[in-house]
């Protein structure tokens, strides 16, 4: 069983920066597929982002597209994403998954993620 850790969630002001971390701990596959979820209260979950094993292909959500940046480092079983000039509507609580996937080959679907983190508040003010 992959573990997996979010942290980094904080209440930020608009426009300001936050930096979640995911680490990862147990199981370890050949490739897989990295990404970020994220839930607003009373919505369903949405992807955010995610980045291939071979860290060559990024794929974002329109929404977060030109703000949010997806990039691991493999040696230290973490991913992260850095969130700029952040939004109240980026409001949300944060989850990160992985999934056993084609090197070169990244997922927006959650049926692909078979591992997830708990997740972590992130809060926007206006």
């Known amino acids: 069983q992959v573990q997996l850790v979010e942290s980094g969630g904080r209440l930020v002001q608009a426009g300001g920066s936050l930096r979640l971390s995911c680490a990862a701990s147990?199981?370890?596959?050949?490739?897989?597929?990295m990404g970020w979820f994220r839930q607003a209260p009373g919505k369903e979950r949405e992807f955010v982002t995610a980045?291939?094993?071979?860290?060559?292909?990024?794929y974002y959500a329109d929404s977060v597209k030109g703000r949010f940046t997806i990039s691991r480092d493999v040696a230290k079983n973490t991913f992260y994403l850095q969130m700029n000039s952040l939004k109240p509507e980026d409001t949300a609580v944060y989850y990160c998954?992985?999934?056993?996937?084609?090197?070169?080959?990244?997922?927006?679907?959650?049926?692909?993620?078979?591992?997830w983190g708990q997740g972590t508040q992130v809060t926007v003010s206006s």
């Open positions: 998954a992985v999934g056993p996937i084609a090197t070169m080959s990244v997922s927006s679907r959650e049926g692909m993620y078979d591992y």
């Open positions: 147990g199981r370890t596959f050949s490739s897989y597929v």
């Open positions: 980045i291939s094993w071979s860290g060559g292909i990024r």
